[in-house]
C-alpha cells in the first residue's frame, strides 16, 4: 500500500496539471480566435477613431473628469458623514432611534440609485416646490448621498461592532462618559477596521457618478458619461465612449489597487 501511494499522488499531479493545460490552451484558442474574426478595421472606424479622440481633448480632462471627481469627493464626504449618523443611530438604545435608521437603511440599499436619483431630481422639487442647492447637479448629487450613505452606514455599523467591548466596558469602569468613549476609543478603531471597504465604496461611488445624466447636467456640469454621450450623439461614432472608459480606469484602478494593499495589510496584522 506504501508503495502504491506515491504512485497515486503523482497521477493526481499529472491529472492536475494536464487540466490546467487544457485551459490555458482553451484560453489561447479562444483569443487567437477572437483575434482572427474581428474586423479590426470597423474596429478602429467605430470605437478607436483618433480624428474624434483628438477631439474630446482637453475637455474629457478639464471638465468631464475633473467634474467627476468633484462629485465623488461630494457624494463621498456627505454619504460618509450621514452614514456615520446613521450607523450610530442604529446602535443606539433608543428604540425610534433603531427604527428610523433600520428602516431609511433597508430602503435605500433596496432602490435603484438611478431610480433614487431620478426621484430627487424631478419628484423632490414638484412634491415640495424645493431643488437643492446647484440645479439639476445637485439634485441628483443628493440622491447619490443618499443611496451612499445607506451602504456606508452598514459598513460603519459593522466595524463598531467589531472592537472589543472589553475596551470600551474598561473606559467606563475608568470614569469616562460613554459619548467620550464612543468618540475617542470606538470609532477610530472601527474606521481602522472598515477603511478597505469604504474605499471599495469610493469606487463605487465613481462609477454611480455616471448615474447623475439621468437628472440632466448642463455643459459645464457633466460628468464623463455625459459628456461622451453627448459627444456620441455630435460624432454619430462611439470612440468617446472609449475615452470616457480609459479615464474612470485611470480614476479607479489606483484605488483598486489601494484597497488590496490595505487589505492585505489588514490580514498581516491579524
Do not use: C
Not at 463621498?76 to 446602535?91: C, D, I, T, W, Y
Not at 447637479?137 to 459598513?155: D, H, Q, R
Not at 466595524?159 to 474598561?170: F, M, R
Request: zero cysteines.
Amino acid at each position: 500500500m506504501t508503495s502504491t501511494t506515491p504512485a497515486r499522488r503523482l497521477k493526481r499531479s499529472t491529472r492536475r496539471k494536464l487540466f490546467r493545460g487544457t485551459l490555458y490552451v482553451v484560453f489561447v484558442a479562444a483569443v487567437v480566435t477572437l483575434v482572427l474574426v474581428a474586423d479590426w478595421a470597423a474596429l478602429r472606424e467605430h470605437f478607436f477613431n483618433f480624428e474624434i479622440l483628438a477631439g474630446t481633448w482637453p475637455g474629457i480632462v478639464t471638465v468631464a473628469a475633473k467634474n467627476t471627481v468633484i462629485y465623488t469627493a461630494i457624494a463621498f464626504v456627505g454619504g460618509l458623514v450621514l452614514g456615520l449618523v446613521l450607523a450610530l443611530m442604529k446602535l443606539s438604545p433608543v428604540a425610534p432611534y433603531r427604527w428610523v435608521a433600520t428602516a431609511y437603511i433597508e430602503l435605500f440599499r433596496g432602490l435603484p440609485a438611478l431610480l433614487v436619483i431620478f426621484a430627487f431630481a424631478f419628484a423632490v422639487p414638484i412634491a415640495f416646490q424645493w431643488r437643492p442647492p446647484g440645479g439639476n447637479a445637485g439634485s441628483g448629487l443628493l440622491g447619490l448621498i443618499i443611496v451612499s450613505s445607506a451602504y456606508i452606514a452598514e459598513t460603519i455599523r459593522a466595524g463598531i461592532q467589531a472592537v472589543p467591548k472589553g475596551q470600551v466596558e474598561a473606559a467606563q469602569s475608568l470614569g469616562m462618559p460613554p459619548f467620550w468613549s464612543t468618540v475617542s476609543i470606538v470609532l477610530p478603531q472601527g474606521f481602522r477596521i472598515v477603511v478597505p471597504p469604504l474605499t471599495n465604496e469610493l469606487v463605487i461611488i465613481i462609477k454611480d457618478t455616471s448615474l447623475l445624466f439621468i437628472a440632466g447636467m448642463a455643459a459645464q456640469s457633466r460628468e464623463l458619461t455625459t459628456f461622451a454621450r453627448d459627444a456620441v450623439s455630435t460624432t454619430a461614432n462611439s470612440t468617446p465612449l472609449i475615452a470616457a472608459a480609459f479615464m474612470y480606469l485611470v480614476i479607479t484602478l489606483p484605488l483598486t489597487r489601494l484597497v488590496a494593499h490595505m487589505e492585505r495589510r489588514s490580514q498581516r496584522a491579524r
